[in-house]
T-cell receptor
Framework: NAGVTQTPKFQVLKTGQSMTLQCAQD?????MYWYRQDPGMGLRLIYYSASEGTTDKGEVPNGYNVSRLNKREFSLRLESAAPSQTSVYFC???????????FGPGTRLTVT | TQLLEQSPQFLSIQEGENLTVYCNSS?????LQWYRQEPGEGPVLLVT?????EVKKLKRLTFQFGDARKDSSLHITAAQPGDTGLYLC???????????FGAGTTVTVRA
């Protein structure tokens, strides 16, 4: 089992460019999450999906959109990247009504 | 504003010493989790505590959930270089099972 996979691992964008971060899990989990991690800020929830077909905003959703493509895949899109979106992005998944979240290895995004 | 405050922010100790990391909040949580994160990787769960006053031990690591379910501590006995990493606490609520993370404590254990 690969667990949670994320692509790409690194990305550099110019201000105004768009991109999609991909996430897939092979654990048959219902819930999936997108976080960003900034120095001194911990992990902040951007969007989450409690089950296939549903998505909800987290703490910092502005500038992002998500798609729960199927049970396995949850993508995060930046329509017009800004330097403030420079961060490390983590995808996570969990079973329904369970506390433990399993994290991917992260995508380090730099916006210049 | 961080809902969960972790202290200290950085901790550097010699191999064999003991250390304690704290996680405090004014909010009551249904559960409190501790994760460890190594450079270039995602966080990995160490423990989940759900009962006020609960103490869990994982080898040399001892985790405690406060009686009022607002705070927690992580104690490491006889620290080893392999304990080096970023330790994150996360509080959750049973209405939606979302987590709120603290900013983390960076622990360095010198050989």
């Amino acid at each position: 089992n690969a667990g949670v996979t994320q692509t790409p691992k690194f990305q550099v964008l110019k201000t105004g460019q768009s991109m999609t971060l991909q996430c897939a899990q092979d654990m048959n989990h219902n819930s999936m999450y997108w976080y960003r991690q900034d120095p001194g800020m911990g992990l902040r929830l951007i969007y989450y999906s409690a089950s296939e077909g549903t998505t909800d905003k987290g703490e910092v959703p502005n500038g992002y959109n998500v798609s729960r493509l199927n049970k396995r895949e949850f993508s995060l899109r930046l329509e017009s990247a800004a330097p403030s979106q420079t961060s490390v992005y983590f995808c996570a998944s969990s079973e329904a009504l369970q506390w433990e979240q399993y994290f991917g290895p992260g995508t380090r995004l730099t916006v210049t | 504003t961080q809902l969960l405050e972790q202290s200290p922010q950085f901790l550097s100790i010699q191999e064999g010493e003991n250390l304690t990391v704290y996680c405090n909040s004014s909010s009551v949580f249904s559960s409190l989790q501790w994760y460890r994160q190594e450079p270039g990787e995602g966080p990995v769960l160490l423990v989940t505590v759900v009962t006020g006053g609960e103490v869990k031990k994982l080898k040399r690591l001892t985790f405690q959930f406060g009686d009022a379910r607002k705070d927690s501590s992580l104690h490491i006995t006889a620290a080893q270089p392999g304990d080096t990493g970023l330790y994150l606490c996360a509080g959750g609520w049973s209405n939606d099972y979302k987590l709120s993370f603290g900013a983390g404590t960076t622990v360095t254990v010198r050989a």
